[in-house]
């Protein structure tokens, strides 16, 4: 999509605008805002995890740490090894949060009506998330379809927020 060539301070630049295009765009998404409010995950280390992740795949090429420390959004230098220290911390706590899935699993915590209601998010965040593809693919936007967006974003919001309240989490 986007190479990146050694030397080419152009396509550098290009790869650095749009890596963080995409992840100031990202940050804003309302949808983005509560699930990471709610999640294990520092706004930097899911900058850096993202950068990790992302990067390279937009670049259709490896890319060096020093390099991707460079994409993150602040201004300040980030060296390679606090970029590695970050995505370190990140890398720990997605693996943690999916251990603790696999814990609740495991004990039978799912089997119970207790997560009904993450499950039911779960599904509404699934159709959220195919209803954005869906209007990517489209060229033209119609009303009807970006109005049915909206609905089920404002939905999947509430339901996100109504469940980051512990009273209506685990009950």
């Known amino acids: 999509m986007y190479p990146l060539e050694r030397g ?3 396509r550098e630049m290009k790869l650095k605008e749009v890596i963080q295009e995409w992840l100031k765009k990202s940050f804003e998404d309302p949808v983005v805002k509560i699930l990471a ?3 294990h995950l520092t706004k930097v280390q899911l900058e850096t995890l993202l950068i990790d992740v992302l990067a390279e795949n937009i670049a259709g090429k490896p890319i060096k740490y020093d390099e991707k420390a460079m994409l993150r959004l602040t201004k ?3 060296s390679r090894g606090a970029f590695n220290r970050t995505l370190k911390q990140a890398k720990e706590n997605v693996i943690k949060s999916i251990y603790t899935i696999l ?6 915590v799912f089997e119970t009506t207790t997560l009904d209601s993450y499950i039911e998010v779960a599904n509404k965040l699934q159709k959220y998330m195919e ?3 869906t209007m990517l693919n489209i060229n033209e936007r119609p009303e009807e379809q970006v109005r049915f967006l909206k609905m089920l974003r404002e939905e999947l919001e509430i339901s996100l927020k109504k469940l ?3 009273s209506e989490g685990f009950s």
């Open 76 to 78: 300040a230098k980030i």
């Open 37 to 39: 409010k709610n999640s």
């Open 8 to 10: 080419a301070k152009g």
């Open 103 to 108: 814990l609740l699993g495991y004990l039978g």
């Open 131 to 133: 209803a954005r593809k």
């Open 164 to 166: 980051s309240e512990p």
